[in-house]
């Protein structure tokens, strides 16, 4: 069973650059897989940010891309804020009708 | 304002049944595939069944099938997800979503209903 792996925890200090991975147990994750993320606060449904690899969800800013990186799909924040703490989730698509999501990585900002 | 909500959450006894509706308004539901989500008490994400605009191709996760039916009514602007067999570990959050099919992405979400399987 494939298992797509993320960092559990990651920090950033404010206006700092930060880059999360989404990556997957067995094999690349590449734009073939049509990576999305999502970021979610504690007692909110998550929120929606980049879909297909790199598109910037409705709303969303700049701040916010996301990449491919070696054999991983990236979530690059620049220009961290406060508000930006908060968990976030890789989804990919593995084909097939399955769609997984990674562990999520816990974000502070300090 | 495109929306979806959930509703038919509670607390069931192991082995029991459940069935969570969605009603979705704002958008023309017959045209989106959609989804159910679920998120377990201080756990991750995870996707649990997806439903396509017509109805006529669905998937399930493997810790779910053969035990959960989703289905829709695009009359109803609503979508379903019939649970049966309930376990502890089924205990989430569950959120109704929005499914884009050209990225297969989610791009709507509900606040979600609380499933609690509990003796």
């Known amino acids: 069973q494939t298992v797509v792996t993320q960092e559990p925890s990651f920090s950033v200090s404010p206006g700092g650059t930060v880059t999360l991975t989404c990556g997957l147990s067995s094999g690349s994750v590449s734009t073939n897989y049509y990576p999305s993320w999502y970021q979610q606060t504690p007692g909110q449904p998550p929120r929606t940010l980049i879909y297909?690899?790199?598109t910037r969800s409705s709303g969303v800013p700049d701040r916010f891309s996301g990449s491919i990186l070696g054999n991983k799909a990236a979530l690059t924040i620049t220009g961290a804020q406060a508000d930006d703490e908060s968990d976030y989730y890789c989804?990919?698509?593995?084909?097939?009708?399955?769609?997984?999501f990674g562990g999520g990585t816990k974000l502070t900002v300090l | 304002e495109v929306q979806v909500v959930e509703s038919g959450g509670g607390l069931v006894q192991p082995g029991g049944s459940l069935r969570l509706s969605c009603a979705a308004s704002g958008f023309t539901f017959s045209g989106y595939n959609m989804k159910w989500v679920r998120q377990a008490p201080g756990k991750g994400l995870e996707w649990v069944s997806y439903?396509?605009?017509?109805?006529?191709?669905?998937y399930y996760a493997d810790s779910v099938k053969g035990r959960f039916t989703i289905s829709r009514d695009n009359a109803k602007n609503s979508l379903y997800l019939q649970m049966n067999s309930l376990r502890a570990e089924d205990t989430a959050v569950y959120y109704c979503v929005r499914g884009r099919g050209n990225y297969y992405y989610i791009d709507v979400w509900g606040k979600g209903t609380t499933v609690t399987v509990s003796s």
């Open positions: 989804m990919v698509y593995l084909g097939s009708g399955i769609w997984v």
């Open positions: 439903i396509s605009s017509s109805g006529s191709t669905i």
């Open positions: 297909n690899t790199n």
